[in-house]
């Protein structure tokens, strides 16, 4: 059972819809992340939230958003997608305390983009 | 058009064998090191870290070598299981003023014959 649990696990939605991925994280953890998993390329970062504020946006393209409301939960909001951004998407989550620590994945939301 | 996916290296081991899955890192300042595991339908799943300070490090069953000279990173698994079919990741932190940067490899698949 993992402490980052994913909603939807999967989702299908066409170019002109808008939809919202959720993450929640049971942890106690202070940094979230979102990741891209394609069948082309690796494991991207998309976003990165410590305390609550992005501190990294990996040049996401805008018809992505996220958004942190609490150190608990991420969303990613999506608006206008295309085909080519089918993949799996990965919510992670850490304890950034200056200290080295791993991330904690989520199962991921698998989006298709019809 | 037709999609092309990610050509991941196969490591196909008999059980009881032992595995090594080999990655190279490409960031110098990289400071800390992971190994994930993921299976089918989940998402990657944390098995053992090792900082730039040190040179090996153990856990159950595997065992992570660093190379910092070749920028070369191993995971050993002893005994290899069924239940160890999966795709290893190796992921190298690069650091951020906060939060935490992994960057991620393209993925081994290792599939236990029995």
């Known amino acids: 059972e993992t402490g980052v649990t994913q909603t939807p696990r999967h989702l299908v939605m066409g170019m002109t819809n808008k939809k919202s991925l959720k993450c929640e994280q049971h942890?106690?953890?202070?940094?979230m992340y979102w990741y891209k998993q394609s069948a082309k390329k690796p494991l991207e970062l998309m976003f990165v939230y410590s305390l609550e504020e992005r501190v990294e946006n990996n040049s996401v393209p805008s018809r992505f958003s996220p958004e942190c409301p609490n150190s608990s939960h991420l969303f990613l909001h999506l608006h206008t997608l295309q085909p080519e951004d089918s993949a799996l998407y990965l919510c992670a989550s850490s304890q950034a305390t200056g200290d080295l620590l791993p991330l904690h994945f989520g199962n991921g939301t698998r989006l298709t983009v019809t | 058009g037709e999609s092309v996916g990610l050509h991941l290296p196969t490591l196909s081991v008999q059980e009881g064998d032992n595995s090594i899955i080999n990655c190279a890192y490409s960031n110098s300042a990289s400071d800390y090191f992971i190994w994930y595991k993921q299976e089918s339908g989940k998402g990657p799943q944390f098995i053992i870290d090792i900082r730039s300070n040190m040179d090996k490090r153990q856990g159950q069953r595997v065992t992570v070598l660093l190379n910092k000279t070749v920028k070369h990173l191993s995971l050993q698994i002893a005994a290899t299981q069924p239940g160890d079919s999966a795709v290893y990741f190796c992921?190298?932190?690069?650091?951020?003023?906060?939060?935490?940067?992994?960057?991620f490899g393209p993925g081994t698949r290792l599939s236990v014959l029995p």
């Open positions: 992921a190298e932190n690069i650091p951020l003023s906060e939060g935490q940067n992994f960057v």
């Open positions: 942890l106690g953890h202070n940094a």
